[in-house]
């Protein structure tokens, strides 16, 4: 069965620091790969996503994420953190038809300035 | 073009009463899938809809279930209430199944079960 985990529940890091959030995944083929972001009372919007190619890519607002098949890893980073950064982001894991994905637990990042 | 919008966005209802949740996706979009979101449990999939059809179902008891109509606006009803529903019940929209196609979510209903 598929499943992620994201081993940060929390996270706080200093406006302009870069940051890297963690994201491990079990799923026996290739995964397909995503990072949302929610902030409060709000939906997930999506930041990127991996299907298959590149293991660099690039997402909305700065970020990018980096697919490590022999450490089935998917981490976010991004450079230099605004303080609209400030949200709950979550990994995502799913097959290649149908729309069902497996979640991670999510991580809060605060951004103090 | 209009995102994906869910109704009500609030909602507050008494244990063993049923409610049902709205969810109209984005012009075009066949595709519609719920996630119920709590604190304990995260995000998870409830279920998902193509051309009026259930293509996917997730580990939820039978008091959940969902309809998708011929316009592809999806309800989702959920009886007998229990206080462990209160959550924040989530849509989302693509063009069709796959995860080739991006899915866009909805801000979702809050519902609280007291």
């Known amino acids: 069965a598929q499943s992620v985990t994201q081993p940060d529940i929390h996270i706080t890091v200093s406006e302009g620091a870069s940051l890297e959030l963690r994201c491990n995944y079990s799923?026996?083929?290739?995964?397909?790969l995503f990072w949302y972001v929610q902030s409060p009372g709000q939906g997930l919007q999506l930041l990127l996503k991996?299907?298959?190619?590149?293991?660099l890519v690039q997402g909305i607002k700065g970020f990018e994420a980096e697919f490590k098949r022999s450490q089935s890893s998917f981490n976010l980073r991004k450079p230099s953190v605004h303080w609209s950064d400030a949200a709950e982001y979550f990994c995502?894991?799913?097959?290649?038809?149908?729309?069902?994905?497996?979640f991670g637990a999510g991580t809060i990042l605060r951004v103090k300035s | 073009k209009a995102g994906v919008t869910q109704t009500p966005r609030y909602l507050i209802k008494t244990r063993g009463q049923q409610v049902t949740l709205s969810c109209s996706p984005i012009?075009?979009?066949?595709?519609v899938s719920w996630y119920q979101q709590t604190p304990g449990q995260g995000l998870q999939f409830l279920f998902e809809?193509?051309?009026?059809?259930?293509?996917n179902k997730g580990n939820f008891p039978g008091r959940f279930s969902g309809r998708q109509f011929s316009n592809s606006r999806s309800e989702m009803n959920v009886s007998t209430l229990e206080l462990g529903d209160s959550a924040l019940y989530l849509c989302?929209?693509?063009?069709?199944?796959?995860?080739?196609?991006?899915?866009?979510f909805g801000q979702g209903t809050r519902l609280t079960v007291v």
């Open positions: 989302a929209s693509s063009f069709s199944p796959g995860m080739n196609t991006e899915a866009f």
């Open positions: 799923y026996g083929a290739t995964p397909y």
């Open positions: 991996y299907f298959s190619g590149d293991t």
């Open positions: 995502a894991v799913g097959k290649e038809y149908g729309n069902k994905l497996v």
């Open positions: 012009s075009g979009h066949r595709s």
């Open positions: 809809y193509f051309s009026e059809t259930q293509r």
